[in-house]
């Protein structure tokens, strides 16, 4: 009886592993106290760990979006769209259980991730579970590449560390220094591709240090670094090791201009460098300047009826989240991520992975960031980047920079 039993438990255990092998991408319909239709757009982002600094400003965007657009029409019938947000606390293996939470819960889409790595070690769970997710800021070519069910909004590493490479070259600098992080897929990703622009441009990469992660010692790099006499330093690294990075360079007598990515375009960075910020570059998604916009310029986006514009936006932050006037690049990379997801749910009429899927990769729309498409990776169609530089405590916009 026993070996009988054995047999019954093990068929059921491979029976639910099968299951949860792949899925139908079958979103699930709720009803509300109101007596509406829910449906549930998941929030796949970092608001702790090493990330959450940058993550939850990309939830900022969301949540703004969710704020306008929130019921979408299906087959006739109104649903209500409410968000489920998990925290996958920078970390990948948080990061695989949130997105199966995600998946249980049957979202019909999926937003996020702010970091690469959370988003490639998540990737291949909404694959199997047939969930169109929509990244906003996860630059690393790894998140799409083999999978047809992850878009994104950004632009790429490849791009980015050429835009970078760009600027430098052009600013007379010839002799460069790399720093990265190890085992960060965003930070080592991006300082290879800079790294091979420069190699192409004929400039001379110098030093290329790395650091382990929690690092909060850098000085021994950094002399070596001091050593080599690089005009220009690329240091693309989380929110968390930029001021340390920052203020022990300076500390060191290092005054050769220091740039990084997107990552670095973050006001806490400023604040806790206690000045050691001024001059530092780095390249971001988007530009606007909510006071002084005015007109067209600040209408962002016409859709469904309603202008959305930049002092709406900040206002937003403001007076909902509490935070700065001041609209980050992620934030608005998260609110077009949003859309995305609410205009496919809309062409496709239909709340199955499959179909919302299929609609996303045919999507065209006028986004914050810009006008929005994607190509067959489901990376967005972007040629452009913006560069900004600190300047008396604040982000100033430099230029507008293209790949060569």
Not at 46 to 67: D, H, K, L
Not at 125 to 142: D, H, L, M, R, V
Not at 376 to 387: C, E, F, I, Q, R
Request: net charge negative; glycine share 12%; with cysteine.
């Amino acid at each position: 009886m026993k070996k009988v039993l054995s047999i019954i438990l093990v068929g059921i255990m491979a029976m639910n592993l099968i299951a949860c092998a792949g899925g139908s991408g079958k979103a699930a319909t709720t009803t509300n106290e109101s007596g509406e239709k829910v449906i549930k757009i998941g929030v796949f982002e970092p608001q702790t760990g090493e990330n959450g600094g940058g993550g939850i400003q990309e939830v900022y965007g969301i949540r703004y979006a969710n704020s306008i657009y929130n019921i979408v029409n299906i087959g006739g019938e109104d649903y209500k769209i409410e968000l489920l947000e998990v925290d996958n606390k920078s970390d990948k293996t948080e990061a695989v259980n949130a997105a199966q939470k995600l998946i249980a819960e049957k979202v019909v889409a999926v937003l996020g991730s702010y970091g690469s790595g959370v988003s490639i070690a998540a990737g291949e769970y909404f694959k199997e579970g047939k969930t169109p997710a929509i990244g906003c800021s996860c630059t690393n070519p790894q998140v799409t590449n083999g999978n047809d069910y992850y878009f994104r909004t950004c632009f790429l590493d490849p791009f980015q560390g050429t835009v970078m490479a760009s600027y430098a070259e052009k600013h007379g600098y010839n002799k460069v220094a790399v720093i990265t992080q190890l085992g960060d897929d965003y930070s080592e990703g991006l300082g290879n591709f800079f790294v091979r622009a420069c190699n192409e441009k004929g400039m001379e990469v110098v030093a290329q240090e790395k650091f382990q992660t929690n690092e909060q010692d850098f000085r021994a790099i950094l002399t070596n670094i001091k050593n080599a006499d690089p005009e220009f330093i690329f240091a693309p690294s989380s929110i968390a090791t930029a001021p340390l990075i920052l203020s022990q360079a300076r500390e060191l007598g290092i005054t050769c201009q220091i740039g990084a990515g997107d990552t670095w375009e973050n006001g806490t960075i400023i604040e806790n460098a206690h000045g050691a910020a001024e001059g530092m570059v780095v390249t971001t998604f988007y530009e606007a300047n909510p006071s002084t916009a005015t007109g067209e310029e600040a209408i962002f986006l016409n859709g469904n009826g309603e202008g959305v514009t930049a002092k709406g936006f900040s206002n937003y932050l403001v007076n909902v989240e509490k935070q700065s006037p001041d609209i980050p690049a992620v934030s608005a990379l998260g609110y077009d991520a949003y859309l995305a997801a609410y205009k496919a749910i809309e062409k496709a009429q239909s709340i199955e992975g499959p179909a919302v899927r299929d609609a996303l990769a045919s999507l065209q729309y006028e986004g914050v960031t810009g006008e929005i498409s994607f190509n067959d990776d489901g990376d967005a169609n972007k040629d452009s980047a913006y560069v900004k530089e600190v300047e008396n405590g604040k982000f100033v916009f430099k230029e507008k920079v293209g790949a060569n």
